[in-house]
């Protein structure tokens, strides 16, 4: 299948890509490399043994891709392209929803002129905000709390009212949940610029010496160690996701929203200590005050996923931290 991909140079596309190739589909990816390393691509070209066409352009402008859109003529789009901190898009909600929302509908306008109708939308658990019940399944309401989690709901809102307008589109929009650890061979991972806003990679920063302590963003939650729970899910699986989805649109029609995650819950000290025995390193922490905005768990229930595309999480915590380690261990060395 030709598919492109958005943000295909990023942490989940560059997975998602490697697994692409191997399952001997054809991929252009697009990507401003605006949160990407230039090499990535050609990482991916190594781990896959083949490469895909590369193209340097902005989503938010039409004029940048559409011209190679077209002569690719894709069967399917997965898009992953955006931006996604969360305290980014408090300060600066006007720039998320140009980029999120806007190159979204630009994306999908492209689409709709070149009869491209399989798409792969990449949401988050974020859409549901502070869950009622857990663990938390589609028809949990979707009531987010910040600009970041509205651009998400947004564009998913968007792809269903395009599904009612035309059923010959066939979408998903996959609701990730905690996205943690690295492709086994440790050549790509998640590498954010500046300090991390998410705990692995920061708790990765500490055991490497490069940050001195972890603070952890209160105790005092309902939950056993009074620590916020989080469902953690391996990047090779959410990336094995993608490549289920991408079928499920071939055997599918219309649109909908599937979680992914595994199910499992794990609290930041459980974090830590898994992360210390699989460093063989120890993380010192701080205890401080939440983090505004957190909430005490959230947790997918990935029974959707499993009946729609087939997919389940296979890998557990200790390959998260291990992958994750060894790929912290080999940047900068
Ligand atoms: P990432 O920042 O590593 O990847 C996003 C990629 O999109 C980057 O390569 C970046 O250069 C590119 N990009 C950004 N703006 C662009 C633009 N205007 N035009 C073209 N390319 C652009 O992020 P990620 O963690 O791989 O996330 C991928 C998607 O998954 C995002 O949409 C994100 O919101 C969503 N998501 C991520 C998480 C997470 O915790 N990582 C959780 C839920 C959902
Ligand atoms: N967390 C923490 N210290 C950090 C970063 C995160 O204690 O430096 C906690 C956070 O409060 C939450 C969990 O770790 O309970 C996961 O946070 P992350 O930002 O990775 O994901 P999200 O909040 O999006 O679920």
């Given at each position: 299948?030709r598919?492109?991909?958005?943000g295909?140079?990023?942490?989940?596309?560059?997975?998602?890509?490697?697994?692409?190739?191997?399952?001997?589909?054809?991929?252009?990816?697009?990507?401003?490399?605006?949160?990407a390393?230039?090499?990535?691509p050609?990482?991916?070209a190594?781990?896959?043994?083949?490469?895909?066409?590369?193209?340097?352009?902005?989503?938010?402008?039409?004029?940048?891709?559409?011209?190679?859109?077209?002569?690719?003529?894709?069967?399917?789009?997965?898009?992953?392209?955006?931006?996604?901190a969360?305290?980014?898009?408090v300060?600066?909600?006007?720039?998320?929803?140009?980029?999120?929302?806007?190159?979204?509908?630009?994306?999908?306008?492209?689409?709709?002129?070149?009869?491209?109708?399989?798409?792969?939308f990449s949401?988050?658990?974020?859409?549901?905000?502070?869950?009622?019940?857990?663990?938390?399944?589609?028809?949990?309401?979707?009531?987010?709390?910040n600009?970041?989690?509205?651009?998400?709901?947004?564009?998913?809102?968007?792809?269903?009212?395009?599904?009612?307008?035309?059923?010959?589109?066939?979408?998903?929009?996959?609701?990730?949940?905690?996205?943690?650890?690295?492709?086994?061979?440790?050549?790509?991972?998640?590498?954010?610029?500046?300090?991390?806003?998410?705990?692995?990679?920061?708790?990765?920063?500490?055991?490497?010496?490069?940050?001195?302590?972890?603070q952890?963003?209160g105790?005092?939650?309902?939950?056993?160690?009074?620590?916020g729970?989080?469902d953690y899910?391996?990047?090779?699986?959410?990336?094995?996701?993608?490549?289920?989805?991408?079928?499920?649109?071939?055997?599918?029609?219309?649109?909908?929203?599937?979680?992914?995650?595994?199910?499992?819950?794990?609290s930041?000290?459980?974090?830590?200590?898994?992360?210390?025995?699989?460093?063989?390193?120890?993380?010192?922490?701080?205890?401080?005050?939440?983090?505004?905005?957190?909430?005490?768990?959230?947790?997918?229930?990935?029974?959707?996923?499993?009946?729609?595309?087939?997919?389940?999480?296979?890998?557990?915590l200790?390959?998260?931290?291990?992958?994750?380690?060894?790929?912290?261990?080999?940047?900068?060395?």
């Amino acid at each position: 299948m030709r598919v492109v991909v958005t943000g295909g140079a990023g942490y989940i596309g560059s997975h998602t890509v490697t697994l692409f190739l191997q399952a001997g589909h054809d991929v252009l990816i697009i990507d401003n490399f605006a949160n990407a390393a230039e090499d990535v691509p050609d990482r991916v070209a190594g781990l896959a043994g083949r490469e895909a066409i590369v193209l340097r352009a902005d989503i938010t402008q039409p004029e940048s891709y559409l011209k190679a859109f077209e002569d690719f003529a894709p069967d399917a789009v997965v898009h992953f392209a955006g931006l996604k901190a969360v305290a980014e898009a408090v300060a600066d909600p006007l720039e998320y929803y140009r980029v999120n929302v806007g190159g979204s509908l630009t994306l999908f306008r492209i689409m709709q002129g070149t009869e491209c109708r399989r798409l792969v939308f990449s949401s988050s658990a974020t859409v549901y905000g502070d869950p009622e019940r857990v663990p938390i399944d589609e028809g949990h309401p979707c009531r987010p709390t910040n600009p970041y989690g509205r651009s998400k709901l947004m564009v998913e809102e968007i792809v269903e009212d395009w599904g009612r307008s035309d059923d010959s589109l066939a979408a998903i929009n996959l609701r990730y949940f905690n996205p943690v650890g690295a492709h086994p061979s440790a050549r790509i991972g998640e590498a954010p610029n500046g300090v991390p806003n998410n705990l692995m990679p920061y708790i990765s920063d500490v055991a490497q010496g490069r940050r001195e302590r972890l603070q952890v963003f209160g105790d005092d939650y309902g939950t056993p160690d009074g620590t916020g729970v989080r469902d953690y899910i391996h990047v090779m699986d959410l990336a094995d996701a993608h490549l289920a989805a991408l079928e499920l649109t071939g055997r599918a029609s219309g649109v909908e929203a599937l979680n992914v995650g595994t199910g499992e819950g794990y609290s930041v000290l459980e974090m830590v200590r898994a992360f210390e025995s699989a460093s063989g390193r120890s993380i010192p922490y701080d205890v401080v005050a939440r983090r505004p905005g957190d909430v005490a768990i959230s947790l997918a229930d990935p029974a959707m996923a499993e009946a729609r595309m087939g997919w389940k999480a296979n890998l557990g915590l200790d390959e998260m931290c291990r992958d994750a380690w060894a790929f912290t261990r080999g940047r900068n060395t």
